[in-house]
């Protein structure tokens, strides 16, 4: 086996992702950087002002470039018999779905993995964003330039490789206890999904973060990639409906308090599972970690419910 992916990056012109407005490719043969792809795509849409402001591609730029449905070809040649990997794969994986969906491509089918979730397992960060990790490896590169992007993106799964001597990226993902690649096929979409043989809820979860690819995601959310987990019962939804609510942010619902948990969402606590001090076990965890100098922070119900219903 080796080291053999593609690593993809796109941009949108605004909140939709059947929207794109560039695509980034970086090919990897043999653990080696071997050919990069890069263009514009008019979306055929409208742009908004903030993605502009993210990415610097306005309307001017893409006059007269290939749509998406023209481009989809380019990308299916240049991955050929090999994985995707994004970085954050819910939301390129979602233009590609979206996309597919909104031109009726049907033929479009590649096998993909995450090197966000992928970096979690085997990073200590403050913070999973491309750009910080990117600092961590010394790489430095364009944010929000597709192919600048996916060329963090491939030399970020290198590293994972090297730093823990794996020699193919199934070692990589099965090491991290994920059963299989997602797969892109046509307008569906299955998770890159870690492996549980006795916490269905793991499964579960992982779930309610896929079920969000089609919607909006506001990537300035206070919530966006940070990870929150939920202890006691809520009055106002239930716990499904609220990881949904947080996932539905670009936020990540956890099963238990790591070292990565940013929040902490605390609902009532049933006196006769947690004792007299009213204190789960998850919220002894959370304290310790705020002890040793993690930042976790604690919230209830309504706290939660506000920085949900407004981007603070």
């Known amino acids: ?28 043969e043999n653990g080696k950087i071997t050919d990069t792809y890069y263009s514009l795509i008019d979306p055929e849409t409208e742009f908004d002002s903030y993605n502009i402001y993210i990415h610097g591609i306005t309307p001017e730029m893409v006059d007269g ?17 090999l994985p995707l990997v994004a970085h954050y794969a819910p939301f390129d994986m979602g233009v590609i779905k979206d996309s597919n969906e909104r031109y009726g491509i049907t033929n479009f ?32 590169f364009e944010h929000h330039h597709a192919l600048e992007d996916a060329a963090a993106c491939a030399t970020l799964i290198l590293y994972l490789c090297k730093e823990n001597q794996f020699s193919s990226i199934e070692e ?31 499964i579960q979860i992982q779930s309610i973060i896929d079920s969000v690819e089609g919607e909006s ?14 202890t006691g019962k809520l009055k106002s939804l239930t716990r499904v409906e609220a990881m ?29 599972v947690v004792g007299e001090g009213g204190k789960s076990a998850k919220i002894k965890k959370a304290e310790k970690l705020l002890k040793n100098g993690q930042s976790i922070q604690l919230l209830g119900e309504y706290e939660f419910l506000q920085m949900i219903n407004s981007n603070l």
């Open 1 to 28: 086996m080796s080291i053999n992916f593609v690593a993809i990056d796109f941009e949108t012109a605004n909140q939709y992702r059947a929207s794109a407005c560039s695509v980034g490719m970086v090919k990897v």
């Open 65 to 81: 470039e290939r749509n998406y449905a023209q481009i989809a070809n380019d990308i299916l040649r240049f991955t050929e018999g």
């Open 109 to 140: 089918n590649r096998e993909y993995f995450d090197s966000y979730y992928l970096s979690i397992q085997y990073v200590k960060a403050l913070s999973y964003k491309l750009n910080h990790l990117a600092e961590l490896i010394d790489f430095t």
């Open 172 to 202: 990589l993902i099965s090491a991290a206890n994920y059963k299989k690649f997602g797969e892109i096929n046509g307008f569906s979409r299955r998770g890159f999904l870690k492996s549980s043989k006795s916490h269905l809820s793991v």
């Open 217 to 230: 995601i506001d990537p300035t959310h206070v919530f966006f990639q940070k990870s929150a987990c939920f």
């Open 244 to 272: 949904e609510k947080l996932a539905g942010c670009g936020g990540i619902p956890e099963k238990g308090v790591t070292k990565n948990t940013h929040y902490l969402v605390m609902g009532d606590q049933d006196l006769r």
